[in-house]
């Protein structure tokens, strides 16, 4: 995945609970594991009582099942109806998201599950709790944001690359021999040892973005142990890096054509100021109210963004462009610190890192500086706004990565697993809508089960539409299969 493919995104908006496994008293259960009290941590505090934590040694190397172990952050709540059914174990995207610190805050979301399952998540390999992985510190990362992410000169260009080069030097540094074993096949292993320990003789899940290529590859690789699993703002499972940043480009540039439409702009016009704005910005990046900080051309993409990826957040969006037409970058800044994950203090969350380090491995695919330069007028077609920036996403990800990359695309094809919700949504910047129909064809006939809401955002299960949810909570709660093609409005 190219950098945007992130739920957390929408999480940004809000200050995300944090918990750290262990402490407290013990509670030892037929899992094997000792489940606890959360801890706090210093990016907030620790989750009610009714949460505990654990941590799960699983292999390094999963082709060497007794060698070195790493710990995985584990978190869970336990079912509230006497009629359990088992664990739901929920992976919230990324790459990179830490399901220890969303899981408390995504709860009310689903809280009707929770009567007939123990709400469970986890960070993966690389993230957080398990074994996180840190690239770089906070005064080098905000050096970096001058970095022009799309370089109009030889020697912008050359900055850009040293700087991803760069990146990747201390992700090993930090890494060390988990750089190459934090895959999302890894990752799926985990997942199935995870189902073990709890106690479910069949995986039931819910993957969001990332997510969702995280539950395909766990199907594809354990088909006969798939229970209810629902994947929501589905990636494409067969675009490869390019094509990726290509639909990214096509959902963001959709996502903003509806702004605009709902602003009383033209999608052409309304793009074309959009774009205007940023050239001047590359050219001259805009004073904010933070001392020291300027509003960057890349700054600004960013906090255009995260708006895109809520239709809630619509308004702030309006007013944050108006300041910058007014000479203002603040509230733009503003909107990408909380993208970044950049508190007020200047301290910075690592889910880039680690979302970073797992897609590189994943990926193949390494476009050069020349080839993405081909690609550009492409890119630029499908998006005025959001074209150059990813397509030069595509050159700088992974450039220079110390460790290569596993597949062009990943394997998701799953013969006789049980019926897998795909739910997509017509309207996703993300994860654009094409990709849940071709998720729901690769997993296969009789086993991918479509479900298309009308609606805008990045994900449809629990953003307003109750056709959405109840058709969800039938299958997860009662395993009624809708019908494949099934559409909200």
């Known amino acids: ?226 229970g209810r699993m629902t994947l929501d703002a589905v990636v494409d499972p067969g675009a490869d890096t390019v094509g990726h940043a290509e639909n990214q480009a096509r959902g963001f540039q959709r996502a903003l054509d509806s702004y605009l439409v709902s602003t009383g702009q033209t999608p052409q016009e309304g793009s074309r100021k959009i774009a205007a704005l940023l050239r001047r910005i590359d050219a001259r990046p805009l004073p904010t109210s933070v001392p020291g900080r300027k509003l960057t051309q890349s700054l600004a993409f960013t906090g255009i963004i995260l708006p895109l990826y809520s239709k809630d957040s619509w308004q702030t969006l309006t007013g944050a462009l108006d300041a910058a037409e007014r000479g203002d970058g603040s509230e733009l800044l503003t909107l990408a610190d909380r993208y970044n994950e950049r508190d007020p203090s200047g301290r910075y969350g690592t889910t880039t890192h680690a979302q970073r380090v797992i897609s590189c491995l994943d990926d193949r695919q390494r476009p050069t500086a020349a080839e993405t330069k081909r690609l550009l007028p492409r890119f630029e077609k499908i998006s005025p706004v959001f074209g150059a920036f990813l397509g030069w996403d595509t050159a700088g990800w992974c450039h220079d990565w110390p460790v290569p990359g596993q597949h062009d695309t990943p394997e998701v094809n799953a013969p006789g697993a049980a019926p897998v919700l795909v739910v997509g949504n017509t309207g996703d910047p993300a994860t654009p809508y094409e990709g849940a129909r071709r998720m729901a064809d690769e997993l296969g006939r009789g086993v991918g089960v479509m479900l298309t809401w009308r609606g805008e955002g990045h994900g449809a299960y629990g953003s307003g539409s109750d056709c959405v949810d109840s058709t969800v909570n039938g299958y997860l709660l009662h395993g009624s299969v809708p019908k494949d093609g099934k559409v909200c409005s």
């Open 1 to 226: 995945m190219t950098r945007l493919v992130r739920w957390t995104a929408l999480a940004a908006v809000s200050a995300l609970l944090a918990a750290g496994c262990g402490g407290g008293t013990s509670d030892d259960d037929r899992s094997g594991l000792s489940w606890g009290r959360c801890k706090a941590t210093a990016d907030g505090p620790a989750p009610s009582g009714e949460w505990q934590c654990a941590t799960l040694k699983v292999p390094l190397d999963w082709s060497k099942p007794d060698g070195e172990t790493i710990g995985l952050g584990l978190i869970r709540a336990k079912a509230r109806g006497d009629d359990r059914i088992g664990s739901l174990l929920f992976n919230f995207g990324g790459p990179g998201a830490s399901g220890v610190s969303m899981m408390p805050s995504y709860a009310p979301t689903v809280s009707s599950l929770r009567e007939r399952y123990d709400l469970v998540s986890w960070d993966p390999r690389g993230v957080g709790a398990s074994e996180g992985v840190r690239c770089r510190g906070d005064k080098e990362i905000q050096a970096a944001e001058s970095v022009d992410l799309t370089p109009d000169t030889p020697a912008e260009e050359k900055a850009y690359l040293d700087d991803a080069a760069d990146f990747g030097k201390g992700c090993q540094k930090d890494a060390g021999r988990l750089l190459a074993h934090v895959s999302t096949a890894d990752s799926a292993r985990d997942m199935d040892r995870i189902r073990e320990v709890l106690g479910d003789p069949r995986m039931n899940y819910f993957g969001i973005s990332y997510g969702t290529e995280l539950g395909g590859t766990y199907a594809h690789l354990f088909p006969k142990k798939v």
